[in-house]
């Protein structure tokens, strides 16, 4: 007969999410193992209960628990009741090194009386109990702000069937959905039809019937969703809505950089979608900043991961022939592009971040992040140089210019005062979308304030404002979220193919800015301009093509909300 836990030792009872809840109940398999279970604000703790005097202990931190649920069993005739529990704890890998997120169940069988009813509702009040306590014990980061999707959260999930090698759908069923399922979250899946869907049905959807909006996709269909918030009359409140990502495409930078965040150990494929499903499912919310991006057609877009031109924009849009590979692609582009390796002639302006005060001599730069590795990188061997006379105006790089330039738009302001225009507005008064009180219009020099690059040949030049470009390009190692910087990276004509491969290599684990390339060069950000002079190139915006010519943009901390870590 197992004990009564329905009347535990009061000293022992847990109430809320104080004291000890405690329990011994059956195997599920054979009700002559038992378990004593032991539940406490951050832990559940099982022992079997043995006569050997060496009793094995588990015990699984409520961090990692995403759900627990009571129910009856199969047959008719059993009195018993159970209930599970379903964790996602750090586990060494089968075949490699390292540990992941992997999935374990703990089940117990609760037959304290004869009656069917009071078994239940005691394992009911176990399920509860476990909920409770994990709920409130979600892993968070030192020096972060959160907030928690409303319980219990009603979601939208936005799947691309076509996103990566079409297999989308197929990974939220084999992996998403039932970790929902265990975490108890509704859900209503939306398939999209085509190019644009999203942002259609995001702007024109009764946003009161969610709680939240998820992708699972690559990182193009968020850029819908965003812009299709932004697009809303009630922009303000819309965009307000906790937005996840469930890595189901090629790159998958947004759900790499959010598991990095998180401080877990590097995922990729199915690790890095179990990784987003886990987070999803403890609901913790904070903050994602924006970049307003301008066009030179005055089209106004929004963008939460990069802007990019030359090498990088070229990679991405040239790949997509090879998209049936998955995340390969980018590789293959990557190499067939340095193959006829192109250099662009361009302006460039940026408002710098301002720094605090200078570090003492040999200590790190301000402009490396402090998680920027620091040790001799795999690049500092090889020559940065490229053969002479290969690309014009050599001799100009790496000169900056805050006063004098040729006259063009993207010339110092002798004027002071900041002309911006004025943001549209409704016919209620409403602000039609935030203002951009950094950027002059894009026929106007830029201020004073800015740094002008002097005119000169770039090989690419990438603004980005999360940690990572794809799964394996960590591109920005201190960038987070919401550090409220554009994070920008500029090459100089000049460097040798090899010198620009090891480059991107030694990003796979943030070391690039460790190598030394004269060649490289990083500055945090608040704004900038790029006016492309070459007649011929590509511009693309979180990874999507955008039309080609003069672009500039702005920073927005933390505009949006992000389901995180």
């Excluded at 066009?295 to 963008?303: A, I, K, P, V």
């Excluded at 790190?364 to 140089?385: E, G």
Aim: net charge neutral.
């Amino acid at each position: 007969m197992e004990k009564d836990a329905s009347e535990p030792d009061p000293s022992r009872q847990r109430n809320g999410v104080l004291g000890v809840l405690y329990g011994e109940f059956s195997d599920t398999l054979n009700d002559r193992v038992r378990y004593s279970v032991s539940l406490t604000e951050s832990a559940l703790t099982i022992q079997r209960i043995s006569a050997s005097p060496d009793r094995t202990k588990v015990v699984f931190n409520l961090t990692d628990c995403v759900g627990c649920r009571a129910y009856r069993g199969p047959d008719g005739a059993d009195v018993g009741a159970y209930f599970t529990a379903y964790f996602y704890p750090f586990k060494r890998r089968w075949m490699s090194a390292g540990v992941a997120r992997q999935r374990v169940e703990q089940c117990f069988r609760v037959a304290l009386v004869q009656d069917p009813l009071a078994n239940l509702q005691e394992a009911e009040r176990w399920a509860r109990a476990i909920r409770d306590a994990s709920a409130l014990q979600a892993p968070r980061r030192d020096g972060a702000v959160y907030t928690e999707v409303r319980r219990p959260c009603r979601v939208m999930i936005l799947v691309n069937p076509h996103s990566g090698r079409g297999q989308a759908l197929q990974l939220f069923t084999g992996h998403v959905q039932g970790m929902l399922t265990e975490a108890s979250v509704p859900y209503t899946l939306v398939i999209t039809e085509h190019q644009n869907h999203a942002r259609e049905l995001v702007k024109k959807a009764d946003l009161s019937q969610c709680d939240a909006l998820v992708i699972m996709s690559g990182d193009g269909l968020l850029f819908e969703v965003i812009n299709g918030l932004m697009d809303r009359e009630d922009w303000q409140e819309a965009i307000q809505i906790p937005l996840g990502i469930l890595p189901g495409g090629s790159g998958n930078a947004l759900a790499a950089s959010v598991h990095h965040y998180s401080q877990s150990p590097p995922a990729w494929n199915e690790e890095l979608l179990l990784s987003c499903g886990f987070m999803l499912c403890k609901g913790l919310v904070g903050s994602l900043d924006l970049v307003s991006i301008h066009l030179s057609s005055r089209q106004r877009l929004f963008s939460f991961l990069s802007l990019a031109w030359g090498f990088v924009a070229d990679v991405d849009i040239e790949s997509e022939k090879y998209r049936h590979v998955g995340a390969i692609r980018f590789l293959m582009g990557t190499l067939v592009r340095l193959a006829t390796l192109r250099v662009y002639q361009g302006r460039l302006a940026y408002l710098p971040v301002k720094e605090g005060p200078k570090p003492p001599k040999g200590s790190i730069k301000a402009n490396h992040p402090p998680s920027t590795p620091q040790h001799p990188s795999l690049c500092s061997s090889l020559p940065c140089r490229l053969i002479p006379n290969t690309s014009p105006n050599q001799n100009s790089r790496h000169n900056h210019n805050s006063t004098n330039s040729n006259r063009n738009t993207i010339t110092n302001s002798s004027n002071n005062a900041l002309t911006t225009k004025k943001p549209e507005t409704q016919s209620d008064g409403k602000t039609r979308a935030p203002l951009d009180s950094l950027l002059p219009g894009l026929d106007q020099p830029v201020p004073e304030s800015w740094t002008v690059v002097k005119e000169e040949d770039f090989v690419l030049v990438l603004a980005i404002y999360q940690s990572h470009l794809a799964e394996d390009l960590w591109t920005a190692p201190g960038a987070t979220a919401d550090d409220g910087m554009i994070h920008l990276f500029y090459v100089t004509a000049g460097i040798s193919r090899p010198a620009l491969l090891r480059l991107f290599l030694a990003m796979e684990k943030g070391a690039h800015l460790a190598c030394g390339c004269p060649y490289l060069v990083y500055e945090k950000v608040k704004a900038l301009r790029l006016e492309p002079i070459s007649p011929q190139g590509m511009i693309t915006v979180d990874g999507e093509m955008v039309e080609y010519g003069p672009v500039q943009a702005q920073i927005h901390p933390g505009l949006a909300r992000l389901i995180c870590g």
